[in-house]
């Protein structure tokens, strides 16, 4: 642990320490207790998870140490469900795509604790199938008007503001749920009776029902559309900030147990000296520090900007199960002292039961982590007017059949041909430098698809496969290949199942997971095959607000691998971009990589390649 991390530590568990005193005391009435839940916010955990007077590591490692103390001297777990809750589905959520407007009105309140915030995703018959919710936002004038049902909303009955997902478009396609933040106050909003659990009793669970429920326009957060962007983001917090609570009570049952097996005496002999309790205490231990150890590990990857999607799921299923484990083993070593309620550690085991189930079952995020494995996985179908049907792509490159390739390499529409004329104009060049030039080319049709401007007079179709602007990275595939095949350049469109890719609801697979498709060209020049794919949709994610992640190292745009680790060198003088709108394009580069534009508004296009040991290194 670096220094730095060191302090972060210590003053995040200080704060908690002020605590202390409120915290100790067991659970009484199994009801929320609100001077509790007050004590915890002038901590100020909530304010530093948002905070913009710290900067992002600090932010979150100070959240996710401050929550691993209130783990372990809290010990009521359904208050700290209640917290996790809180900061994720709405201040998480808000913070990052809520307009200036709605964090105005509600984050300082939120954070102060003044207000508390739910999220209702599942409904009766939409669980872990989230595609499948029947709730709906019907855009009228200036607002959006709600109807349906919502089930396991935790803290709903207590809950100020509520992130409501509902469908704003009829499709089942990922992009069909939009995020909107509904005061509970609002006329159509009726919160259900608190459901009785067997754990957490005092992190409150209703039912929500939406009745002509109207919303401002302005209550939307991030764009309309986005609500499985926004719910991914939240979901992988909310596992981080509900587990790393796990990890720190698992360190308080654990201390509890030491002491315990040391003092406890049978046969004129400690408990802890027979074998079969202390290899319990070691399991225990082990589980622990891996589970603490899974989570950092996580954090790290999430501070820096890498994928954490594969990771979660892991952090999920592993730490739950940890904790799970560990309850019943302490239950176990305390032999019938645990089995009485008054001691607590039934009520740690029913609590723990919940962590499979919660913010997605373990048996679907098992499912997840074997997709982004390249296991081949079976959708299941939905209705036949919406249906898309997805490849199942195992982690070996799919390469297109031939007849398939042939129905979309259309290259003798005029469209096409006077789209290669502009591209390669009359200069003289070789293959690789024809490859080149038409990749960037194509790169740019589709950035001036995304301002709704062309090169051409008439909208250029590569393909029906692309519908609605769905794809990306497909469209751009397909586009490449015909102006390739143009010019006698052998090409073929590979997809791969990726766990890193940018995860616009545009570029999704369209099932609603987390693992996406990624659509790219391989080129053949000089007998061997190029990979060619620069990435490009990190400009989209700028354009749409969303958070960029990186991709295999080559983010920057500039740097292309060969399929066998080489590099495809650029052409020497730069393209000069005068199309209408495209300064636009050209600010959002230069915001996402400094210095890569020019003065003259040019973005270069060559740079030194790297010898193929260091793009080994990077790969």
Sequence with gaps: MQRQDKNIKKRARSFIDAAIHELENEASSGRFPRDKWESIARTGIFERAVSSDIDKRESVLSTLYGLERLGEICKDSGLSFSVATHLASTITALNKFGSQELKHEFMESLVKGRLIGAHAISEPQAGSDALSMTTTAREEDDGYVLNGHKAFVTNGSIADVIVVYAKTSESSTADCVSAFLVDTKTQGVRLGQEMEKVGLHTSPLCELTLEECRVPKANMIGRRGAGF????????????????????????????????????????????????????????????????????????????????????????????????????????????????????????????????????????????????????????????????????????????????????????????????????????????????????????????????????????????????????????????????????????????????????????????????LHWYNEVKIDGKWLKVSPVFNSLLCKLYGLETLEFDGFSDALAQPYSDGGTMNYIGEPIRFEQPNYQQLIDLVDAHHPNMVTESGTVPQARKPKSSNENRSIL
């Excluded at 962007?229 to 981080?240: A, G, T």
């Excluded at 046969?267 to 891996?290: T, W």
């Excluded at 740019?444 to 401007?453: E, G, W």
């Excluded at 469109?493 to 997971?513: F, K, W």
């Design 229 to 516: 962007f926004v719910l991914s983001h939240v979901m992988q917090r909310e596992i981080l900030f509900a587990f790393m609570l796990n990890v720190g009570e698992m360190k308080r049952r654990l201390d509890r147990c030491v002491s315990y097996v040391n003092s406890r005496h049978q046969f004129e002999s400690p408990i802890g000296s027979f074998q079969s309790v202390s290899n319990r205490i070691a399991d225990m231990k082990i589980r622990y520090e891996l589970s603490r150890q899974w989570l950092y590990h996580v954090a790290e990857k999430m501070i820096d900007n890498k994928d954490i999607t594969s990771e979660v799921a892991i952090a999920k299923v592993f730490v739950s199960e940890n904790a799970l484990a560990t309850s019943v083993d302490a239950l176990h070593i305390h032999g019938g002292y645990g089995y009485v309620a008054s001691n607590g550690f039934g009520e740690e085991v029913c609590n723990a039961l919940s962590g499979p189930i919660y913010s997605g079952t373990n048996d679907i995020q098992r499912g997840r982590i074997a997709a982004m494995l390249g296991v081949a996985t079976q959708s299941k179908k939905r209705s036949e007017s919406n249906q898309i049907r997805v490849p199942n792509v195992k982690k070996a490159p799919k390469v297109a059949e031939h007849s398939e390739s042939e129905a979309v390499f259309n290259y003798q529409h005029p469209d096409v041909q006077s789209f290669v004329q502009k591209a390669l104009g009359s200069e003289k060049l070789n293959k690789r430098e024809t490859a080149v030039k038409l990749y960037y080319a194509v790169r740019d049709k589709i950035a001036y698809m995304v301002f709704n401007t062309d090169i051409s007079e008439k909208g250029l179709r590569a393909s029906s496969i692309v519908k609605a602007g769905i794809g990306f990275c497909l469209h751009k595939a397909i586009l490449y290949a015909a102006t390739c095949h143009s010019q006698g350049i052998e090409c073929r469109i590979v997809a791969n199942r990726v766990n890193n890719h940018i995860s616009t609801p545009e570029l999704q697979d369209l099932v609603g997971g987390e693992v996406f």
